[in-house]
């Protein structure tokens, strides 16, 4: 089995990053880092970075970029990332991108892969996405549980989130074309991008990955 990767996740929100990013991890043997969860065991572990956040979050502020950078700094740095990462959900902008160069300067980002599904779809993908508000299983309008919106797993009521909203959506569509797109031609600009075209069925798409993968890290 292949061991070790130094990846960054990028896709507008619905193309399948977290469920690639983490075949992706067991593959290659590496921890899928997503931030949500990064951020979390921050706070929940204690550290400088993450007493920081939990200030913020407590006082209902935005965690700052100088903040966020300093939790991916003690995060990539852990023992289980000595090998690789899966990268998800950072950066989200050029400003994160330029500080996450500065923190891997040792150990450089080997790839970033760009998932492509078009803006359309994707919409169509989140908008018809609901979830079990108890357990958090999820489902989609034409995947619904088997029992009248009810969770299969837990019994739990199954709902459309509030930010599953078409309105919602293209909100934060509009702003990952603002924030976070950008970030394809800075890394195209220094090699290290692959585009790779996330329409398809799940196994399509991850054999895809790892193709375009291997061939940029056997360079």
């Known amino acids: 089995m292949p061991t070790g990767v130094r990846l960054v996740m990028l896709g507008r929100q619905g193309a399948g ?5 983490a075949r992706l ?6 921890p899928h880092i997503s931030t949500g969860d990064m951020l979390r065991a921050a706070v929940a572990a204690g550290t400088e970075f993450g007493l920081r956040a939990k200030a913020v979050m407590d006082a209902g502020g935005l965690v700052s970029d100088e903040i966020m950078v300093g939790i991916v ?3 990539l740095h852990e023992a289980d990332a000595a090998t690789g990462y899966i990268l ?8 994160q991108g330029r500080a996450l160069a500065g923190i ?20 169509g993908r989140i908008t ?3 979830v079990c508000k108890s357990c958090g299983a999820i489902y989609s309008v034409s995947a619904p549980p ?3 919106w009810t969770c299969d797993r837990c019994g739990g009521e199954v709902v459309q989130r509030d930010d599953d ?19 394809v031609p800075f890394y195209a600009e220094q090699d290290l991008l692959a585009e790779v075209d996330g329409v398809g069925s799940p196994d399509d798409v991850f054999a895809q990955l790892v193709s375009v993968i291997d061939a940029r890290v056997a360079r």
């Open 73 to 75: 700094d003690e995060r």
């Open 17 to 21: 990053k977290g469920t690639q990013a």
């Open 146 to 148: 088997a029992s009248d």
């Open 165 to 183: 909203t078409e309105e919602a959506v293209r909100k934060r569509l509009d702003l990952y074309a603002a924030e976070t797109l950008p970030l």
């Open 104 to 123: 891997t300067e040792s150990r450089p980002i080997e790839v970033v892969v760009n998932l492509e599904v078009p803006e359309e779809q994707v919409i």
């Open 128 to 130: 018809n996405r609901r």
């Open 25 to 30: 991890a067991e593959h290659y043997g590496v």
């Open 88 to 95: 998800d959900g950072f950066p989200r902008t050029l400003a």
